[in-house]
C-alpha cells in the first residue's frame, strides 16, 4: 500500500469521536461495536490465564491499535502482550511487530473480520501468535508460525478442553469456564 494513502487513511481512523472503534485492512475501514458482557467476562477468564504465565517484561494491553504502515495495516486486538519498553509513549499506536501475540474474541456481528481478516493481516503484520476465542462456535484456535504471508500451523479446541500456548507462554489454557452466545 502507498504509505501516503495508509497514512490518510490512520489519520481518519485516529479522529473518531470517543466511543468509536476502527482498524485498516487494506483499502478498507473496518468500524467496530461495543463488546457484550460475555464478550467482557470471556476476555477476563481468558487474560487471567495469560497474566499467570506471563514472563516479566512483557505486559497486557487491551484495545492497542497494533499498526504495521509498510502493508497498510491497522489492527486493534482484544488482548495483546508486548515488551513494556513498547508502552512508555503517548502515542496511541504501537508497531504491530512488537506484539507477542493477539487474542480475539469473535463478534457475533462480524465474524469475517476475526476469521478471514486477522488471519490474514496478523501475519503480514508480525504477529508470532494469533488466539481467537469464538463462543459463538464453542471454541479456540491457536494460529502460528507466520512466513509474512499466512500461519502455518492451526490447533483447535472446543470449550472445555484445554489448549496448549507455547513459550514465551507455556501453559495449557483452560476453557471450561468460558460463556457462549446462546
Known sequence: MDPQHFALLNEARRNLPDGFKAEISGDSIVMLVAPSGIHQR???VVRR???AHCPGDLLPSENTDLVSPGVGKSRNP???YLPAGVLETTDTQVPAEAAVIAVELVSPSNPENDWVGKVRDYPMMGIPMYLVVDAR???VTLFS???GRK???REDADF???LRIPDPFDFDLDTATL???S
Open 49 to 51: 490465564q495469560f497474566d
Open 151 to 153: 500461519y502455518h500451523r
Open 137 to 139: 462456535l464453542k471454541s
Open 145 to 147: 508460525h507466520p512466513d
Open 160 to 162: 472445555g478442553e484445554i
Open 78 to 80: 482484544d488482548l495483546t
Open 179 to 181: 460463556l457462549t452466545y
Open 42 to 44: 470471556n476476555l477476563l
